[in-house]
């Protein structure tokens, strides 16, 4: 994006019209967009349980022999900047367990807010048999060190129970 290279592996939401949304059981794709092409999509069927623990420890000893792959590519090729995870945008959707009690969005809101992030929905269930109410977020995009720390911050909170519950949501704008 922007002229530099953008890459983030975590679970996401998508939306289910997309065609992330349609890829199952033992199947998995990448999703790339480039400024040249727009958007592609790899899609296969996946290794299995034993063979890719097999290939997450090839991994992990190759990086540790200092023979990566495409993302020391990467990350070492000067004239491809990379932007580092911290400073992507994201949207997120946040799931908090809440007090009961005046205030509590209110908290949670302002440590938000001090974190330039902004909601863009709050949805809140009755009140559960421990006491505690669930309430989700969903937030307009922020960059990733401003959820990260907004989240240390939330989950100190008296007034949540548990810990947050985090995810990107994709919108392939």
């Known amino acids: 994006m922007n002229g530099a290279v953008e ?9 289910q019209d997309h065609l992330l949304a349609s890829v199952n059981d033992s199947f998995n794709a990448v999703f790339v967009e480039g400024d040249v092409v727009g958007s592609t999509l790899y899609y296969g069927r996946g290794a299995g349980r034993l063979p890719t623990a097999s290939a997450v420890i090839g991994d992990i000893m190759e990086a540790v022999a200092g023979r990566g792959g495409c993302s020391e590519w990467l990350l070492k090729n000067e004239s491809l ?7 992507i945008s994201i949207r997120c959707y946040l ?19 001090k974190n330039q992030i902004s909601i863009a929905s709050i949805m809140q269930k009755e009140q559960n048999a421990g006491g505690q109410v669930p309430v989700v977020f969903l937030t307009h995009k922020a960059l990733e060190k401003n959820f990260s720390t907004a ?10 129970d548990g810990k947050p519950v985090r995810m990107a949501i994709e919108d392939f704008e």
């Open 95 to 113: 799931r908090l367990s809440l007090k009961d009690q005046p205030d509590v969005i209110a908290q949670v809101a302002h440590v938000l807010g």
């Open 7 to 15: 890459m983030r592996v975590e679970p996401s939401f998508v939306p």
């Open 81 to 87: 900047p990379v932007r580092g995870a911290a400073d």
């Open 151 to 160: 989240m240390e911050e939330i989950e100190k909170l008296d007034v949540v």
